[in-house]
């Protein structure tokens, strides 16, 4: 059984910056292609961003570009979110998310939910 945990969230004022981490297990990341969502309150879930292990083609959602990087540490199982300059706009709870598909959900909107899903992290951009 595929599980995620995330981990790194918390509060930062504008124009800090967090690290978000997924670990897995149950799988070797190499055969999956792990992402984030985040939802605020009242708003739809959104695809942020996600990295495929094995041949390391990266979605990012408009809205986040220039200011997120996604990486994958293979070796740990783990995939980073860092997330540089945050906005108010930027507060949500983050999700982890890992689908064989993950990258065609994502670049391509086919309008599924991925297979597995962390637990979340709070993450909150205010001064």
């Known amino acids: 059984q595929l599980q995620l945990v995330e981990s790194g969230g918390g509060l930062v004022q504008p124009g800090g910056s967090l690290r978000l981490s997924c670990t897995t297990s149950g799988l070797t990341l190499n055969d999956f292609t792990i992402g984030w969502f985040r939802q605020a309150p009242g708003k739809e879930r959104e695809g942020v961003s996600c990295?495929?292990?094995?041949?390391?083609?990266?979605y990012y959602a408009d809205s986040v570009k220039g200011r997120f990087t996604i990486s994958s540490d293979n070796a740990k199982n783990t995939v980073y979110l860092q997330m540089n300059s945050l906005k108010p706009e930027d507060t949500a709870v983050y999700y982890c998310?890992?689908?064989?598909?993950?990258?065609?959900?994502?670049?391509?909107?086919?309008?599924?939910?991925?297979?597995?899903w962390g637990q979340g992290t709070q993450v909150t951009v205010s001064s």
């Open positions: 998310a890992s689908d064989l598909h993950l990258y065609e959900i994502l670049s391509l909107s086919w309008g599924r939910s991925p297979d597995y």
């Open positions: 990295i495929s292990s094995s041949d390391g083609r990266t």
